[in-house]
């Protein structure tokens, strides 16, 4: 599936593996690919131009597959939860206790998300798939990094125009 | 309807949206997987008997046995 | 230790109590059985696909659908 | 299992039930016995002559399998979390949500502390199982109830001493 991905989209897909990884996920998650690509200067360019809030897209304390904002929308405290555990269970319990196996899996909406990185390339008319088909794709998938991009400010039409338009430093 | 949920900031991970209570049921579990690990093995360290960890768990002694023997 | 610990009201439900640890861990899975019970009831009335909800749940659809059409 | 029992005895084992039931738990637990037994007078009056403190006990807000205090000593605020689920779900979701099969069956401990009560019988020379063996029982196994008793003031050698004492009213 990766052959026509470049260095730098497979080195995206690599590190959203090691993102899943960090951060005690089980699946790897759109989000996890968003961080990976948020990686190069480019992509994070792209995204600051579009009023993304780089450093707080990056920072968003992750859980692995602990929701924070979700748990939260419910009443569930999760840094009270954490500190509870840390008390009792020792530093980083929570974390750790996350069983994270050899190979994770793709989530189903980064499944998707790598799909249309495919089409995105075929549609702007390029012959491999690069790290900006991946975010463009991203933006396509209704999925939780591209409502994680929304939720710290990017204006996602002006994110796609500058996506589209074929970069001479992009590889 | 997700789609416009999802494109407006305000509306987005409130307990409005059906889509964050059903993540917050996923991380529940994962809360529970979690702990239950961590809460076993320390019951256990603790001197706890397989049978009072079930007991407190509101499961069966083999199933508690069955499920944390290994990870100790 | 058991013992001592249920009869110091001091210590009663601590999160040094391993019982109490292990007692939470129950309640969260039953907290989020419960809310899984009425969330995915939500996210079909407002239209949500079986596919959508088992995304967020972060299971299959099939698993989804068989453990909830009948509630509906 | 029940022959030997008082009217009154019998009466709290399906109050126990009932108890159990109102609360969306899935299985009958000591405090469901407990709460049962403190409708009579007798025993409410045995409690309260211990210093426990019976409306405190009868007042307790329980949310059937759900533990407020074993999840407030993880983080978790269940109050926060009934107050989001009602916002959003309709008043009383969570408890309406709790599935209580038709037979709720006796919790182990529960079980324990019925079998105990007929021990306490034969070891105060009664013939038959009375309400005051069943709290005797409750004393004796290491189960929630007591704990609760405990936390409401309750001197339990106090009580148990009174509950030895044969009482003319006490069917």
Redesign the interface.
């Known amino acids: 599936m990766f052959e026509r991905f470049t260095r730098e989209a497979r080195a995206a897909v690599v590190g959203a593996q090691e993102e899943a990884r960090t951060r005690g996920a089980r699946q790897i998650e759109t989000t996890h690919l968003l961080a990976a690509l948020l990686r190069s200067s480019a992509t994070a360019g792209a995204v600051t131009a579009a009023g993304g809030d780089v450093q707080a897209l990056v920072r968003t304390p992750d859980h692995g597959d602990l929701d924070a904002e979700a748990l939260s929308a419910v009443g569930v405290d999760l840094d009270a939860v954490t500190a509870q555990a840390e008390k009792t269970l020792g530093p980083g319990a929570l974390a750790r206790s996350a069983r994270s196996p050899k190979h994770l899996p793709f989530a189903r909406e980064a499944k998707k998300a790598l799909e249309l990185a495919l089409r995105e390339a075929i549609r702007l008319q390029d012959r491999s798939i690069e790290s900006r088909h991946l975010l463009l794709a991203v933006l396509r998938a209704e999925c939780s990094a591209r409502e994680l991009l929304v939720r710290h400010g990017t204006d996602l039409t002006a994110l796609r125009s500058t996506l589209e338009t074929p970069q001479p430093r992009s590889a | ?3 416009r949920m ?4 305000a509306t ?21 997987d ?7 093995a ?2 256990r360290q ?3 008997s397989w049978q ?2 079930a ?4 499961v069966t002694r083999q199933a508690v046995h069955k499920k944390h023997r290994k990870e100790l």
């Open positions: 309807m997700v789609d999802i494109d407006d900031p987005a991970a409130t307990s409005e949206d059906p889509v964050t209570g059903l993540r917050a049921v996923r991380s529940l579990r994962e809360l529970a979690r702990l239950e690990t961590l809460q076993v320390r019951a603790l001197g706890l009072e960890i007991d407190a768990l509101g």
